[in-house]
C-alpha cells in the first residue's frame, strides 16, 4: 500500500496535469460557527505540502464567532499567544473551483489524525466519536439533505428579494411544490448538481420545495460519516458560489421568511455491524427504539448544535413540518425524529430538527451521540406521534437556557468531549452577546 504522503502527492501531481492553468488553491477547513477558514496557497507549495512540509494554521482560526470576530474563551483567542496548531490534508477533496472568475483548486484540510488534533474543531469530534463506535463494532451509514433558498442578488434595503422567474422575469413568489420550478430554475440547479458532483459529492434527488425559490438537495448513503458531512460542507459553500455566476443568491438561513416554511438538515442513519447487518433491526426492532429514546434524551441538551443561531431558533414550531418538541413516530413529518418506511436491511432513522446553517459536522455528531446513548441505557421511547399527537418532551428554544442544557449535561460532555462542550457553549453565548449589542429599527419605532 502506498504511504498517505505517496497518495497525497500523486493526487496533487495528477490534479496538476488535470489542470495545468490553476496557480492557487484554496486550503479550507470548517470553524464552530459553520464557515469556512483557511489560506490560499501556490500550487506548487501544495504539492510540498503533500510531500511531508508542515501546514500549521493558528488554533483560535476554529473559534471564530458568526460575524468572524474572536471572543475570549477560557485562555483561547487572548491569553494563550495564539499559537498554530498542525492541519493535514484530507486525500480525496483536491478538486477544481469553477464559480471563481480565474482557475483555482479547493482542498479540505483538518487537524484530526495529526498529533495533537484541536479537541473542540468540528471534525475532530466527529471523528472521535466515529472512532469509539468503531472500537464497539457499530458502523454508521449517513446520507444528509439540506434545503436552500434562492434570492436575487441584489437586496432591497438589505433585505432579501425573491428570485426572478428565468421565463416570465417575475418574482417567484408563490408557494408551491410544483416540479415545474425545477424547469424554470433548470440551468442554476443543473450547475449546482454538475459543479457538486466535480467536488466529489453524490448528488441524488433534486426537490421543489414549498416555499418560494425554495429547494432541497439529497446525497447519497454513505458509509464514511467524516465523508458525509464533508460532502454538505462543500455542498454549501459550491452552492453559494454557483448562484452568484447564474445572478441568484444561495443561502441555507434557518428561517429567511417568517410566513414560510424554514431550511431543515435532515440526517437519515442508520448502524451496522462488522458482517453487514443492520442492528437496529435485530430483535423484532428493539434496538431501533433504544436508539430513538437516547435521541430523545440528549436532543433538548444538543440544541446550541441543532439551532446555532437566533435565526434558527425561529424555525421551531413554524409552518411545516418543524417539530415543537422532542417527538418521533413512523413515517410522520411533524416529528423530530422520523422513521421512515423500509424493509429491515435499510431500518434507518431520520433526524429532522437541524437547521440548514447547522454545523453538519457536530450535528451528525450529535445524532450519533445519541443512538449511542439509547444502544447503551436500553430505554423504551415516550409514545410515537402515530399513536398520541400530543407525545413529546419540551426543548429550550432560548439560545441561553439551551447554552446552560448542554453545558452542565455530562453524557453530552463524556460523548461529545467536555473541552469541546465548554468552548461551544461559550462561543454561542459570546454570539447571543454580539447580538443583543445593536439597536434595531424596531426598537426606535416601539420606544423611541
Not at 338 to 363: G, K, Q, T
Request: proline share 6%; with cysteine.
Amino acid at each position: 500500500m502506498k504511504s498517505p504522503s505517496a497518495t497525497l502527492l500523486a493526487e496533487v501531481r495528477t490534479f496538476r496535469q488535470n489542470h495545468p492553468d490553476v496557480r492557487y488553491v484554496d486550503l479550507i477547513a470548517l470553524d464552530i460557527a459553520g464557515h469556512f477558514y483557511g489560506k490560499r496557497y501556490p500550487v506548487d507549495m501544495l504539492e510540498k505540502i503533500a510531500a511531508g512540509s508542515p501546514l500549521k494554521l493558528p488554533q483560535n482560526a476554529v473559534l471564530l464567532g458568526a460575524q468572524g470576530g474572536l471572543f475570549k474563551i477560557g485562555d483561547y483567542c487572548f491569553n494563550d499567544g495564539d499559537p498554530d496548531a498542525n492541519r493535514r490534508l484530507v486525500p480525496g477533496t483536491l478538486k477544481p473551483v469553477s464559480w471563481e472568475s480565474q482557475p483555482l483548486g479547493q482542498m479540505l484540510i483538518t487537524s484530526d489524525g495529526t498529533e495533537a488534533p484541536i479537541e473542540f474543531e468540528p471534525r475532530e469530534v466527529l471523528a472521535n466519536v466515529l472512532e469509539r463506535l468503531r472500537l464497539k463494532g457499530i458502523h454508521p451509514v449517513v446520507a444528509f439533505e439540506l434545503e436552500f433558498y434562492l434570492f436575487d442578488k441584489k437586496l432591497d434595503n438589505g433585505l432579501p428579494q425573491f428570485p426572478r422567474d428565468p421565463l416570465s422575469d417575475d418574482a417567484d413568489d408563490q408557494p408551491t411544490l410544483h416540479i415545474d420550478r425545477l424547469s424554470r430554475f433548470a440551468d442554476v440547479l443543473d450547475d449546482m448538481a454538475q459543479t457538486a458532483t466535480a467536488q466529489g459529492i453524490d448528488i441524488t434527488v433534486i426537490t421543489a420545495e414549498i416555499g418560494p425559490g425554495q429547494f432541497e438537495i439529497n446525497f447519497g448513503h454513505c458509509d464514511d460519516g467524516l465523508r458525509a458531512a464533508d460532502w454538505a460542507a462543500l455542498f454549501c459553500r459550491s452552492t453559494r458560489g454557483v448562484a452568484l455566476k447564474h445572478g441568484y443568491r444561495a443561502s441555507f438561513m434557518a428561517k429567511p421568511y417568517l410566513q414560510f416554511p424554514g431550511s431543515g438538515m435532515h440526517v437519515h442513519v442508520s448502524l451496522y455491524d462488522g458482517a453487514g447487518n443492520n442492528l437496529l433491526a435485530a430483535h423484532q426492532q428493539q434496538p431501533l427504539r433504544h436508539a430513538v429514546a437516547g435521541c430523545l434524551a440528549l436532543l433538548p441538551h444538543c440544541m446550541p448544535i441543532f439551532a446555532p443561531n437566533h435565526n434558527a431558533l425561529r424555525r421551531l414550531g413554524g409552518t411545516v413540518n418543524a417539530a415543537t418538541r422532542a417527538s418521533w413516530g413512523f413515517e410522520d413529518r411533524d416529528a423530530c425524529v422520523r422513521i421512515p418506511e423500509s424493509d429491515p436491511r435499510n431500518l434507518r432513522i431520520e433526524h429532522r430538527l437541524a437547521s440548514a446553517d447547522a454545523n453538519p459536522y457536530l450535528v451528525l455528531a450529535a445524532i450519533l451521540a445519541g443512538l449511542e446513548h439509547g444502544l447503551e441505557a436500553r430505554q423504551d421511547p415516550i409514545a410515537p406521534l402515530n399513536e398520541d399527537r400530543s407525545s413529546g418532551t419540551d426543548f429550550p428554544v432560548e439560545m441561553l437556557d439551551a447554552v446552560r442544557a448542554m453545558q452542565h449535561q455530562q453524557v453530552v460532555r463524556d460523548k461529545l468531549g467536555a473541552e469541546f462542550v465548554d468552548v461551544y457553549c461559550e462561543n454561542k453565548r459570546q454570539d447571543h452577546l454580539a447580538f443583543q449589542q445593536e439597536i434595531h429599527a424596531r426598537e426606535y419605532r416601539w420606544f423611541l
